[in-house]
């Protein structure tokens, strides 16, 4: 369960990037927050990472309040959450395989255990033939899947994905949400953050958030706002 | 603790992979600690033989007591034999009138002739007393005091000279040990932190996914303790090479010199170089460490 409220994200330059963000979001809920570049989205997406933390308001993210935590609360929390960045953050010079396996390696699995979902959450992305392709040799496209396999591979409770749309053509887009979409189905709460919305226009069973400029706009369940 | 079982292998390739980052400058640091580690052994094993030297003439150390006029030969063996139980009398040795004319005449030489001009024998019997140079004060003052003693000739000057010695050798083999320490952990922080500036993105990626710092930082940690344990090996290496050819050398031109045992120093520095060197490996590695824990 995520709860958000009055929160309000103002950055030392005196940028308000959040402003009174009051939000509730339930286990196992798909949420798309939408709105134009610099409206907030990977602001608020910060937060529930921990990256940043609440100018004022109070934050829980699965039981984690946000403010009063320290830097070992917060590693804790991170570790429930898969995040597929917009810049992906995978790490030069290993394998898709390794990449994903780092996610997973201070999660206290078995080796065994841990490559087998490494090589299912690469299966899974359709990355199976390119485990042991180094990361710089993969395209744009295969990047974004291991990192997307290395978010979904830890079995988290909420996936954050920031802008998986982004460089990607109108077919491959579409595929990337599917994919997203269906972790959800395994109880997983996904939280997806896009300015193109015109992906989205046919989703029935989501949370819609339109943020701008570091407000809600729109809350709404069902179709797109 | 399951965690750090479980990625064993990860640690180890870590670690590989983070010291062929930056070979040379590794390969260089390895050499540098080497050398300053061999310098330490160098001073370790120079305050051995210092240290050996000096208890040898510590013991070597004596005086002398010269019995009153008139005292029989019964009571200088008495007198003897009380000297003898004194605390810190190593040995005591009653030396006859004529042994200490024989002593003088090995002391003059060709010069020795001298000696006949008198008709009788001229030096007396006096009481050789070997003993612990820390020691010396009370025996001094016990022996003056025993009735039959005269006059007690002691080598102060030069006993405490040997005091102040074996003290400076100490004294420098504590600052040696203390400068190699320090120039060790600021060699090996500094390498540390440039290693995890070098993987400052991988680090920070790790960190987003929830690693703990533990975590983090323990390659970095074997990748410092290999490298000073590797210097630490070849200093004792090269320390061993050198004692073993100076005491070849020695050995053959100065016979008198007494030296400690060569297989003693030898185990010493081979024990005592690499564990130091690991000591000083974890604790550099620790401090390079604090650039990751404050963040």
Do not use: C
Not at chain 1, 81 to 87: C, K, T, Y
Not at chain 2, 17 to 30: E, K, P
Not at chain 2, 200 to 209: D, K
Not at chain 2, 218 to 233: A, C, D, H, N, Q
Request: no cysteine.
């Amino acid at each position: 369960m995520i709860i958000s409220e009055n929160v309000s994200l103002i950055y030392p330059d005196k940028t308000q990037a959040l402003s009174n963000v009051n939000l509730e979001i339930k286990p196992g809920e798909l949420v798309y927050i939408t709105g134009p570049s610099g409206s907030g989205k990977t602001s608020f997406l910060k937060l529930l990472m921990g990256m940043e933390f609440p100018t004022s308001g109070s934050l829980s993210v699965f039981g984690h309040e946000i403010n009063k935590s320290n830097y070992g609360n917060i590693q804790k929390l991170r570790r429930k959450i898969g995040p597929v960045f917009q810049e992906f953050k995978l790490i030069q010079g290993r394998t898709a395989l390794e990449n994903v396996m780092m996610g997973m390696r201070f999660l206290g699995i078995k080796p065994k255990q841990m490559k087998e979902q490494a090589h299912e959450a690469l299966e899974k992305v359709g990355l199976g033939h390119k485990k042991y392709s180094k990361v710089e040799n993969l395209s744009w496209g295969e990047s974004q899947r291991v990192a997307i396999a290395r978010a979904v591979a830890r079995k988290p409770l909420l996936i954050l994905a920031d802008e998986p749309t982004g460089n990607l053509d109108y077919d491959n887009a579409i595929n990337i949400l599917k994919l997203l979409k269906s972790f959800r189905e395994e109880d997983t709460t996904v939280i997806i953050t896009t300015h193109a919305t015109h992906l989205i226009n046919n989703e029935k069973n989501a949370m819609f958030i339109n943020v701008y400029k570091g407000r809600i706009t729109a809350e709404r369940k069902g179709m797109a706002v | 603790m399951k965690t750090f079982l479980y990625n064993i292998s990860y640690f180890f390739k870590e670690t590989g992979r983070i010291i062929r980052l930056n070979l040379l400058s590794n390969l260089f640091s390895v050499i540098g600690t080497g050398l300053i580690l061999f310098l330490l052994g160098l001073v370790v094993t120079g305050t051995d033989i210092g240290n050996h030297l000096v208890n040898m003439l510590n013991e070597e150390a004596e005086i002398n007591g010269y019995f009153s006029k008139h005292i029989s030969e019964s009571d200088k063996e008495e007198l003897v034999a009380k000297i003898g139980k004194i605390y810190g009398v190593r040995s005591v040795r009653l030396v006859d009138k004529d042994e200490a004319k024989k002593r003088m005449e090995d002391i003059l030489g060709e010069e020795a002739s001298i000696l006949e001009l008198f008709k009788e024998n001229p030096f007396e019997a006096f009481v050789e007393i070997r003993i612990n140079v820390d020691e010396m004060d009370p025996i001094l003052d016990n022996v003056k005091n025993l009735n039959g003693i005269e006059y007690v000739r002691d080598n102060r000057e030069v006993l405490e000279k040997i005091k102040d010695i074996t003290y400076a050798f100490k004294i420098l083999g504590y600052l040696m040990i203390a400068a190699v320490g320090i120039t060790t952990i600021i060699i090996l922080s500094h390498m540390i932190r440039q290693g995890i500036y070098n993987n400052r993105e991988q680090i920070n990626t790790l960190r987003l996914l929830g690693s703990p710092g533990a975590f983090i930082g323990f390659p970095y940690v074997l990748s410092g303790i290999f490298l000073t344990l590797l210097g630490g090996i070849l200093a004792a290496l090269s320390l061993v090479f050198l004692i073993k050819t100076a005491y070849e050398g020695i050995g053959s031109t100065i016979l008198f010199l007494p030296l400690p045992s060569k297989k003693d120093l030898i185990d010493k520095m081979i024990l005592l170089l690499p564990s130091l060197s690991f000591i000083l490996g974890l604790l550099g590695s620790w401090f390079g460490l604090t650039s990751i824990r404050k963040k």
